[in-house]
């Protein structure tokens, strides 16, 4: 039963690229979260999906980013127009129930702005 | 505006003994807490969690303390073991953050034989 899946491991994307980060949950869990965390801070929330709806994207900045799980397919972070400060490993989590906060994390994707 | 805090970035200990790590949060909306531990390129591993209608609570060698009043829990592991070396960060989750985590910065810990 595999965990997390995350991919690619690492992306490295030069100044104004696009960044797509790949998450395909748990089999059986319906919620997907993605946090990111910056070098030598801990993890910041962005964006809680459940199949086919934003649930909450607070935590999400409001231009150039945004994330989908839809219903066939692994979820998608997009990041638009990269900028050095994009430079991060965003972290992907899922869990079967809503209450479940012990969720399970990927091994995350590790973003490098050049 | 950084709700939960872990004030030591690093905790060094030997073989056998407690590692004690500290959590101070701010919101008192929070209920739930949670820690995680955290090897180098691996996501983080859930290890404990705690509800705000306890103060402790305990699995094997890991037990997480939680102080209402003062705001603070902690988590005691004992015996330190070589292979406990990682990072470990502390969560938060409340009622009005719905189902998203709060972390603090993390501590990391090394476990000298």
């Known amino acids: 039963n595999a965990g997390v899946m995350q991919n690619p491991r690492h992306l490295v994307r030069r100044r104004g690229q696009e960044a797509r980060l790949r998450c395909s949950p748990v089999k059986g869990h319906s919620h997907v979260y993605w946090y990111r965390q910056l070098p030598e801070e801990g993890l910041k929330f962005m964006v809680y999906l459940q199949k086919e709806n934003i649930i909450d994207e607070s935590g999400m900045p409001k231009e150039r980013f945004s994330a989908e799980f839809p219903k066939e397919g692994p979820s998608i972070l997009r990041i638009q127009q990269v900028v050095r400060g994009d430079s991060a490993a965003y972290f992907c989590?899922?869990?079967?129930?809503?209450?479940?906060?012990?969720?399970?994390f990927g091994s995350g994707t590790r973003l490098t702005v050049v | 505006d950084q709700q939960v805090k872990q004030n030591s970035p690093s905790l060094s200990v030997q073989e056998g003994r407690i590692s004690i790590l500290n959590c101070d949060y701010t919101n008192s909306m929070f209920d739930y807490f949670l820690w995680y531990k955290k090897y180098p390129a691996e996501g983080p591993t859930f290890l404990i969690s705690?509800?705000?209608?306890?103060d402790k609570n305990e699995d094997g060698r890991f037990t997480v303390f939680l102080n209402k009043s003062a705001k603070h829990l902690s988590l005691h592991i004992v015996p330190s073991q070589p292979g406990d070396s990682a990072v470990y960060f502390c969560a938060a989750s409340g009622e009005t953050s719905g189902s998203r985590l709060t972390f603090g910065e993390g501590t990391q810990l090394t476990v000298n034989p």
């Open positions: 705690i509800s705000s209608i306890k």
């Open positions: 989590a899922s869990s079967p129930r809503l209450e479940d906060y012990g969720y399970t």
